[in-house]
């Protein structure tokens, strides 16, 4: 199946400037607010119950320098953008933003956008191409026509503000549930959790590495989700919880818990990785006692923004354990990733002699 166009485009695709920052916010605006002739990637991140505030839509001047964006152009109207974020240290590019308009148009206009990406990738070296997005108005069949390959779901579960944040655990009782904070010494345990509790292929197309496990900080992207560009505007830390039983099966780890305490007008983040049949039920309620010790400084406006949780199909129970902590699934979303290198299988060194 393909993205359905009803016609053709006749514009040209640049680079965003600065002077299109007023045509982009009102583009952006409405084309978030599901028109009859608007596309988007149809993310449950704007509008009720989470907000105003686009956790993947960000004013143009808080991009980086190795961030990118493009326009469509119309009879000097802008009809259409793509915007994406760049990961310097993996080469690996983001997707995080797809609209247009026109109702007759709007497919092709997407199709081009994604086009002129892939094009500048190639140019400049990327390794990867991520991106989330919902499966409607053709948003998978679009990606997938131009060379991406669908491999996994994420539900998105949200934690209004206002059921209150539980207190912080003491020392005692974190030390009982064996949690601890993350150090870059943990970053063989971490990724060994990892290759526990992710199935191979996945782990495959996202190819970790041990430096990646090392980062500690904003900068930290891994696990990777579909809401991972929120951290952007987060203090991020990491929490490990230590197995009982000292790592038989040779993972040292039960469990890992990232938490993004929001600096911004946007809900606080969690993600969970769990080892199969652990509970991972003290890191979901140690992770909201982190943004609560975080957030209750005073009178911090932090407080009433609530908390998001993206989890894979494949790491049930972790959204049983968020459901019973207050959580309730707002959306799916489908990952898909395109490769730009090929795999290449490494000749075996065979001992001389041997035939």
Request: net charge neutral.
């Amino acid at each position: 199946m393909t993205e359905p166009r009803s016609g053709r485009a006749t514009g040209k695709v640049r680079a965003a400037r600065f002077t299109d920052l007023s045509a982009l916010g009102e583009l952006s605006r409405l084309c978030q607010g599901d028109g009859a002739d608007t596309r988007s990637l149809g993310l449950p991140v704007s509008g009720p119950p989470i907000g105003v505030f686009s956790l993947f839509r960000l004013p143009l001047g808080a991009f980086r320098p190795h961030d990118l964006m493009f326009v469509y152009e119309d009879e000097r109207r802008l009809a259409g953008l793509i915007r994406v974020e760049r990961e310097s240290s993996r080469d690996e590019w983001t997707i995080v933003e797809l609209d247009a308009v026109g109702a007759a148009t709007a497919g092709d206009v997407r199709f081009r956008l994604v086009q002129q990406l892939l094009r500048e990738g190639a140019k400049r070296g990327a390794a990867r191409f991520h991106v989330a997005c919902a499966d409607a108005d053709g948003n998978v069949e679009l990606f997938m026509q131009a060379g991406f390959a669908r491999y996994g779901d994420e539900a998105v579960l949200f934690r209004p503000a206002s059921q209150g944040l539980p207190g912080p655990m003491t020392d005692a009782e974190a030390a009982a549930a064996c949690i601890r904070p993350a150090t870059q010494l943990d970053a063989l345990a971490l990724a060994r959790l990892y290759a526990a509790a992710t199935p191979p292929p996945v782990q495959r197309l996202e190819a970790l590495r041990l430096p990646d496990w090392e980062r500690q900080g904003s900068q930290w992207r891994v696990p990777r989700s579909s809401l991972a560009p929120i951290l952007r505007f987060a203090d991020v830390e990491g929490f490990v919880m230590e197995a009982r039983d000292g790592g038989r099966d040779g993972t040292q780890l039960d469990g890992f818990v990232q938490v993004g305490v929001a600096k911004e007008d946007q809900p606080h983040y969690l993600k969970v990785l769990g080892r199969p049949g652990a509970d991972c039920s003290p890191l979901v309620r140690y992770g909201l006692g982190v943004i609560a010790a975080r957030t209750q400084r005073g009178t911090d406006h932090r407080q009433v923004h609530g908390v998001i949780s993206p989890v894979r199909t494949y790491e049930a129970p972790i959204d049983r354990r968020l459901e019973e902590a207050g959580f309730a699934s707002i959306a799916t979303v489908t990952l898909l990733m395109k490769e730009t290198l090929v795999r290449v299988a490494e000749p075996a060194l065979v001992p001389a002699g041997v035939r």
